[in-house]
């Protein structure tokens, strides 16, 4: 029973890490809202088509920062009629794919924009998510780590990648990605579960103890906050 527990949250924590942590991005509303606002203004105002794709592209990825997957769609299809290469756009459709479970999809568009774009961090970071989709958790921490290579940094990439160390056990890696995801990021809560997590693995109840009270500082009303209190009884 308890590995079938660690295990549910393990995928909770995997989907949640697909976008930015909801309180960290709540802090951001009103900058982002605002860069969003005059990206998509530009955008539509712009005469050169490059630079119109540019623009929308970097709308359409701050929208999923956001959680605004509808309208990052609509952005970045917007960007691909003016400018069908655009890497930021073409990754923008793939991430938003993904979320809609549309895996397929989101391999052909992909696809093409590793074909035209090998060395762009973003593009391997969404390819390393649509792999663990599919239950390749080898081929996802591939990517996780040519995205790194390719300069590509966010909270997301460190977390996923704890996350999938945690489903291949590797319970070690995992604890790396998550210490590394709370130096670089001290307020996202989930690299604190995600580190009690890989600490209760490892049979380090104080460690573990440590990590899940930051956690529930952090994200008190959190859906798994409940779950991570019964944890802490039982440690």
């Known amino acids: 029973m308890k590995h079938i527990t660690i295990y549910f949250l393990i995928v909770i924590s995997l989907l949640l890490a697909a976008c930015k942590d909801k309180a960290a991005v709540k802090k951001l509303d009103i900058p982002i809202n605002q860069k969003i606002d005059g990206l998509m203004k530009d955008a539509a105002a712009a ?6 794709a540019a623009l929308y592209g970097e709308a359409s990825e701050l929208l999923i920062d956001k959680g605004d997957m509808r309208q990052a769609m609509l952005a970045a299809r917007n960007g691909e009629r003016a400018n069908p290469t655009q890497k930021q756009c073409l990754a923008s459709i793939a991430e938003v794919q993904i979320s809609e479970g549309k895996i397929n999809e989101a391999g052909l568009t992909l696809k093409d924009l590793l074909q035209r774009h090998p060395q762009y961090g973003r593009a391997h970071f969404i390819q390393g998510n649509l792999n663990a989709s599919r239950n390749d958790f080898a081929g996802a921490i591939k990517s996780y780590d040519l995205a790194e290579k390719h300069k590509f940094t966010d909270v997301r990439l460190l977390l996923n990648h704890g996350n999938v160390s945690l489903r291949m056990k590797k319970t070690r890696d995992a604890a790396k990605s998550y210490a590394r995801a709370i130096a670089a990021y ?22 573990a103890k440590k990590n899940f009270e930051k956690f529930l500082e952090l994200a008190p009303h959190a859906s798994q906050a409940q779950r991570v209190r019964l944890w802490m009884k039982n440690l």
């Open 47 to 52: 005469t050169d088509e490059n630079k119109k």
């Open 186 to 207: 001290p307020d996202v809560a989930e690299g604190y579960l995600g580190a009690g997590i890989a600490a209760q693995a490892e049979k380090k109840k104080a460690d």
